[in-house]
């Protein structure tokens, strides 16, 4: 068994689910520690990070990632103990197999077989893992960027293990992720009788043409890297239940995903300009769950491609597909962040696995992109 899925079956034993690291980040400390790294634990409530790094100077170099994973759903269903990792037709079946565990598996061996074949590099490589990346997130990266920040350490490249392939290893990265923005939207009418629309005010009806101008507004036409933003309603709830009765308010989610083409300032500076129009009396509540970042093509995402295609034969496409993810907290730090891991076709399923044939390339792809970072111009 190769040191890479040894690691990764020991880590999918801890049933680490959101906040509880269950050990996960002790044990890398076990493992990073003779490697030279001096190893932080940054508690925050109930979450535990890690920050480790080895070496002072720069490019620091930077594996992030989380230890926590989704909960299981029901174990019945499973042909397989979610924490107990089983093997059937080449493949590694476990919660967190895909979504995270063999990708921090991956980063450590990595590192290992780096550090030995090159102990004088250049720079600096760090990590920064957490266990409150599938939870709230609140107490967890963003709560170690703060501290670096604070500190004035600064990250030069960043590659986040999320898992990212689509059919096989290599074929898609990551380079930057949509935000997230919700709103709340309460529009007051006039509550009746149905027979009497005269003496009220249907917030429905009120709703209706504004709905439309808001489906039909064209927000951005994105860029190169990303499609243009999104706007969908997610639930409406008005009425009292009664067949006879006019409701005094109409409620309205509605969500926008959106890029570096647009900000959070002014999509809402323009969805308050149409409901003004429209003269409505409403209240409007807004959550931003993540903002957007990107990382054009430079010399992270180079050199990364160069070692996928070096261990895979595959040329990556770059991507900003998908959800929200810790690289947007990490992104107010670090200059270039990116995210490589395997295919995600599993994650947060039943029966969770990676193929086995896809761990140690992965392994592979991670210590070919810390020669390419840290052995050139030597």
């Known amino acids: 068994m190769s040191k890479t899925l040894a690691l990764t079956e020991k880590l999918i034993a801890l049933s680490s689910i959101t906040p509880d690291d269950?050990?996960?980040?002790?044990?890398?400390?076990?493992?990073?520690?003779?490697?030279?790294?001096h190893c932080e634990t940054i508690q925050s409530n109930d979450v535990t990070n890690l920050w480790a790094r080895r070496g002072s100077s720069q490019p620091l170099v930077v594996f992030a990632?989380?230890?926590?994973?989704?909960?299981?759903?029901?174990?019945?269903?499973w042909q397989s103990q979610p924490f107990i990792p089983t093997h059937r037709d080449g493949k590694l079946y476990g919660r967190g197999a895909a979504d995270m565990k063999t990708s921090i598996a991956a980063f450590v061996v990595a590192v290992e077989e780096f550090t030995v074949a090159h102990p004088n590099h250049n720079g600096s490589i760090g990590f920064l893992i957490t266990s409150d990346e599938e939870g709230?997130?609140?107490?967890?990266?963003?709560?170690?960027?703060?501290?670096?920040?604070?500190?004035g350490e600064q990250m030069d490249y960043c590659i986040v293990g999320e898992p990212t392939c689509s059919d096989s290893l290599g074929d898609t990265i990551k380079n930057g992720r949509?935000?997230?923005?919700?709103?709340?939207?309460?529009?007051?009418?006039?509550?009746?009788?149905?027979?009497?629309?005269?003496?009220?005010?249907?917030?429905?009806?009120?709703?209706a043409p504004v709905l439309t101008e808001l489906v039909a507004e064209y927000w951005d036409?994105?860029?190169?890297?990303?499609?243009?933003?999104?706007?969908?309603?997610?639930?409406?709830?008005?009425?009292?239940?009664?067949?006879?009765?006019?409701?005094?308010e109409i409620v309205i989610d509605f969500n926008f995903r959106f890029s570096t083409a647009s900000t959070s300032d002014g999509l809402q500076k323009r969805v308050h300009e149409i409901l003004n129009k429209?003269?409505?009396?409403?209240?409007?509540?807004?959550?931003?769950?993540?903002?957007?970042?990107?990382?054009?093509?430079?010399?992270?995402?180079?050199?990364?491609?160069?070692?996928?295609?070096?261990?895979?034969?595959?040329?990556?496409?770059?991507?900003?597909?998908?959800?929200?993810?810790?690289?947007?907290?990490?992104?107010?730090?670090?200059?270039?962040?990116?995210?490589?891991?395997?295919?995600?076709?599993?994650?947060?399923?039943?029966?969770?696995?990676i193929e086995v044939r896809y761990i140690d390339p992965l392994k592979n792809i991670y210590r070919r992109l810390l020669e390419n970072l840290l052995l050139s111009n030597r």
């Open 278 to 353: 429209h003269r409505l009396e409403y209240d409007l509540r807004w959550t931003i769950s993540g903002l957007p970042f990107l990382t054009p093509r430079g010399q992270l995402s180079e050199a990364l491609c160069k070692a996928i295609k070096a261990e895979t034969g595959i040329d990556a496409d770059l991507s900003t597909t998908g959800g929200t993810s810790d690289g947007r907290f990490i992104a107010q730090i670090c200059p270039q962040v990116i995210e490589f891991g395997p295919p995600n076709a599993s994650i947060h399923k039943i029966d969770e696995h």
């Open 136 to 151: 709230p997130a609140t107490d967890g990266t963003v709560i170690v960027c703060n501290t670096l920040k604070e500190r």
């Open 221 to 248: 036409a994105g860029n190169e890297y990303y499609s243009p933003t999104s706007f969908q309603i997610s639930n409406i709830h008005s009425g009292t239940g009664a067949s006879n009765v006019i409701p005094g």
């Open 22 to 37: 269950k050990g996960c980040q002790q044990h890398l400390i076990d493992l990073l520690s003779p490697l030279g790294f």
């Open 65 to 77: 990632g989380h230890t926590d994973v989704v909960p299981t759903g029901p174990v019945d269903q």
């Open 178 to 207: 949509r935000g997230s923005m919700s709103g709340k939207l309460h529009i007051k009418g006039v509550q009746g009788h149905i027979a009497y629309p005269q003496l009220a005010n249907n917030p429905i009806h009120l709703a």
